[in-house]
């Protein structure tokens, strides 16, 4: 190889180099740009992601006291419901009680047991504790205990049972009568006429435009 051919490789190897030095940094130059553009995109993201969580945060607090308020309002809708239901279902008690009490007398004396007095809404406080009779019947050897109800439960029978026990503790008065009981309803409960049969006590439902007592002819009331 002859000096001029040496010198023009060399050249040539040299241009390579710049030309690849070049190329090298180049690519550093858009390596950079492409690295500050994904930052700038990165920041700008990160605070868009920032002002949507903010945005979320703000949107589920306003939504949880919308809830808050709307439960709150709906609490205080089935409150003042259940106090007119309660308010309606003792309006049909009483309503109950003023159509059974006529017709008292009647009834037990076509069973054998004259009565003599009716009383509505009997009370009594013993030790602390109160008992209230809804209708109480007499006569010189009787005391009719009736539990009158819009509509009449198994529960309702259990709780009037309940009371015939405690009585004459609370109504001192009667120690010597006999003591019977009797449950009243408009709307009868499946089975809950058997259940209070079974039970000892007279069944008193309506009928037509009155009431009648429902147990058979052989039936015979408990006593306490």
Same mark, same amino acid.
């Given at each position: 190889?002859? =000096?001029?051919?040496?010198?023009?490789?060399?050249?040539?190897?040299?241009?390579?180099?710049?030309?690849?030095?070049?190329?090298?940094?180049?690519?550093?130059?858009? #390596?950079?740009?492409? +690295?500050?553009?994904?930052?700038?995109? #990165?920041? &700008?993201?990160?605070?868009?992601?920032?002002?949507?969580?903010? #945005? %979320? *945060?703000?949107?589920?607090?306003?939504?949880?006291? %919308?809830?808050?308020? &709307?439960?709150?309002?709906?609490?205080? &809708?089935? @409150?003042?419901?259940?106090?007119? !239901?309660?308010? %309606?279902?003792? *309006?049909?008690?009483?309503?109950?009680?003023?159509?059974?009490?006529? @017709?008292?007398?009647? %009834?037990?004396?076509?069973?054998? !047991?004259?009565?003599?007095?009716?009383?509505?809404?009997? +009370?009594?406080?013993?030790?602390?504790?109160?008992?209230? !009779? =809804?209708?109480?019947?007499?006569?010189?050897?009787?005391?009719?205990?009736?539990?009158? *109800?819009?509509?009449? &439960?198994? +529960? =309702?029978?259990?709780?009037?049972?309940?009371?015939?026990?405690? #009585?004459?503790?609370?109504?001192?008065?009667? @120690?010597?009568?006999?003591?019977?009981? @009797?449950?009243?309803?408009?709307?009868?409960?499946?089975?809950?006429?058997?259940?209070?049969?079974?039970?000892?006590?007279?069944?008193?439902?309506?009928?037509?435009?009155?009431?009648?007592?429902?147990?058979?002819?052989?039936?015979?009331?408990?006593?306490?």
């Amino acid at each position: 190889m002859t =000096d001029q051919q040496l010198e023009r490789t060399i050249q040539e190897i040299w241009e390579m180099f710049k030309e690849t030095d070049r190329r090298f940094k180049e690519t550093d130059r858009k #390596f950079k740009e492409t +690295e500050r553009f994904l930052k700038e995109k #990165f920041a &700008k993201t990160d605070q868009k992601f920032k002002e949507t969580d903010q #945005f %979320l *945060k703000e949107k589920f607090e306003e939504t949880d006291r %919308l809830l808050e308020e &709307k439960f709150r309002k709906t609490d205080e &809708k089935i @409150a003042e419901v259940t106090t007119a !239901i309660g308010d %309606l279902g003792g *309006k049909w008690g009483r309503f109950v009680e003023g159509l059974l009490e006529p @017709a008292v007398k009647r %009834l037990f004396s076509e069973r054998g !047991i004259p009565i003599e007095r009716v009383h509505r809404r009997s +009370e009594s406080t013993r030790n602390g504790d109160r008992m209230e !009779i =809804d209708i109480l019947a007499i006569n010189g050897g009787y005391a009719v205990l009736i539990e009158a *109800k819009s509509t009449l &439960k198994v +529960e =309702d029978v259990n709780e009037h049972i309940e009371r015939l026990k405690r #009585f004459k503790e609370f109504f001192p008065e009667y @120690a010597g009568h006999r003591v019977i009981g @009797a449950v009243a309803g408009i709307v009868l409960e499946e089975d809950v006429d058997r259940y209070a049969y079974r039970q000892g006590l007279f069944v008193i439902g309506q009928s037509g435009e009155t009431v009648q007592i429902l147990n058979d002819e052989k039936f015979q009331p408990r006593e306490w």
